[in-house]
């Protein structure tokens, strides 16, 4: 059973920049798509980034220039994320489709395992 766990969140001011991290319990990035999404109080989740097995990367239009998704080996993605806006505070939870040759969407009802959350909060 792959666990997944997020970590690097925190309380920021506006402008400023964190590094989240989320590590598998295996190696869970060779096949298949990772994403990252986020959940603000009272909205619904939504998708910030997906890359696949190639480490082709794609990202929602709002966080486009801000964020950067990375995989660092079979185990590790970083999100990299610059001039935080207080509009990014939510929890932010790393999520795996192992499914091999699926086109990797920002959607969350694609991904089957999630990890438990890493909250960010950025104030002015």
């Known amino acids: 059973q792959v666990q997944l766990v997020e970590s690097g969140g925190g309380s920021v001011q506006a402008g400023g920049s964190l590094r989240l991290s989320c590590v598998a319990s295996?190696?869970?990035?060779?096949?298949?798509?990772m994403g990252w999404f986020r959940q603000a109080p009272g909205k619904e989740r939504e998708g910030v980034a997906a890359?696949?097995?190639?480490?082709?990367t794609s990202y929602a239009d709002y966080v486009k220039g801000r964020f950067t998704l990375s995989r660092v080996n079979a185990n590790t993605l970083y999100l990299q994320i610059h001039n935080l806006k207080p509009e990014d505070t939510a929890m932010y939870y790393c999520?795996?489709?192992?499914?091999?040759?699926?086109?990797?969407?920002?959607?969350?009802?694609?991904?089957?395992?999630w990890g438990r959350g890493t909250q960010v909060t950025v104030s002015l």
């Open positions: 999520a795996a489709d192992s499914r091999a040759g699926v086109y990797c969407s920002h959607e969350p009802t694609q991904y089957n395992k």
């Open positions: 295996v190696a869970t990035f060779r096949t298949g798509c």
């Open positions: 890359i696949d097995s190639d480490g082709s």
